[in-house]
């Protein structure tokens, strides 16, 4: 008489109810429901895929590379989560709104806390470098109404499509970042410089990675936002140059057609003395963001 039950046995053919078998005494129901998944479709993907010992050791090296690429500042994991499609997944699922309230996009790895708060109209380009722009609009209710109070955080790349920390001792620090606070009208604006496309980190494996797939490892100009104001959603998102060239093909699939603004080229001197401007021209931004009440 064995113990031995052939059910618990590994087979090619049940290898993953095998596997989750194994997990029934799991303490976390959700772990448990979240593991079995993942098991299922990675077993599904391996009968699929049929790779050899050699192609899963490349895998298996990918993934050890991706984790010594991490550091305090260098979070390659989720670098390889955005160009996936999965960070915009995620948030999508998290960030389902009522029709008309502003979409969510990738926070992305260069937002910092701290940034200055400025007065509406203050200028966020603290080196005078690239060409001159001046964004505005309104923050709205779901109904049209104008939000008053609503803790609007601005961080953008500047003219060659770098953020102040990756350049330390190049840009002043908190350059093109700030913080600004809507009045009872819900208007907001402010100056920075138009910004630049750029390629999101590509000297680590999900660079190398990028490249294999024939794919470039550029994200589009834009301007990152996150709006807030208690008993309303919190909106993270970004404001898209339409005529950037890779505007349709974001490395981390962050474009959404409601965050693409009109960049409008403005040559009038009045409108330049207007807004105090030294140059032959700048942009002009309008946007409006529709914040939704939370439950
Ligand atoms: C960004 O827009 O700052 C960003 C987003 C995802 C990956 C890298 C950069
Ligand atoms: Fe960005």
């Not at 113990?3 to 989750?20: G, H, K, L, M």
């Not at 390889?80 to 709104?97: E, K, P, W």
């Not at 005078?128 to 953008?156: C, S, Y």
């Not at 350049?167 to 009208?185: E, V």
Request: aromatic share 10%; hydrophobic share 40%.
């Amino acid at each position: 008489m064995t113990n031995a039950s052939p059910n618990a046995q590994f087979t090619e053919e049940r290898s993953a109810d095998i596997v989750v078998g194994q997990n029934v005494n799991a303490g976390d129901a959700r772990l448990r429901e979240v593991m079995e998944s993942i098991t299922r479709h990675l077993h599904a993907a391996i009968k699929e895929t049929e790779p050899t010992q050699e192609e899963w050791m490349k895998a298996i090296q990918f993934l050890t590379a991706t984790g010594h690429k991490c550091d305090d500042w260098r979070q390659e994991f989720i670098l390889l989560s955005d160009v996936l499609g999965v960070s915009m997944l995620v948030d999508a699922i998290n960030s389902r709104r009522p029709g008309g309230a502003s979409e969510n996009t990738v926070l992305g790895p260069f937002h910092i806390d701290g940034a200055p708060e400025y007065e509406m109209g203050s200028n966020i380009c603290l080196d005078a470098k690239g060409e001159n722009m001046v964004v505005g609009g309104r923050v709205l209710d779901t109904d049209g109404h104008p939000l008053e109070d609503v803790k609007i955080d601005v961080w953008q790349a500047n003219d060659e499509g770098f953020y102040d920390v990756q350049q330390k001792g190049i840009q002043p620090d908190f350059n093109l970042r700030g913080i600004f606070r809507t009045g009872a009208d819900g208007a907001y604006w402010f100056k920075g410089v138009r910004p630049k496309h750029y390629s999101i980190p590509a000297d680590g494996p999900v660079g190398q990675l990028l490249k294999a797939l024939g794919r470039h490892p550029f994200r589009p100009a834009h301007l990152h936002f996150i709006l807030s104001k208690d008993g309303y959603d919190e909106v993270t998102t970004h404001i898209f140059d339409p005529d950037d060239i890779y505007i349709n093909s974001d490395a981390v699939f962050g474009v959404k057609e409601s965050l693409i603004a009109d960049f409008v080229r403005i040559e009038d001197p009045d409108m330049i003395a207007k807004f105090g401007f030294q140059s032959a021209h700048f942009w002009k931004v309008e946007f409006d963001f529709v914040l939704a009440r939370n439950a």
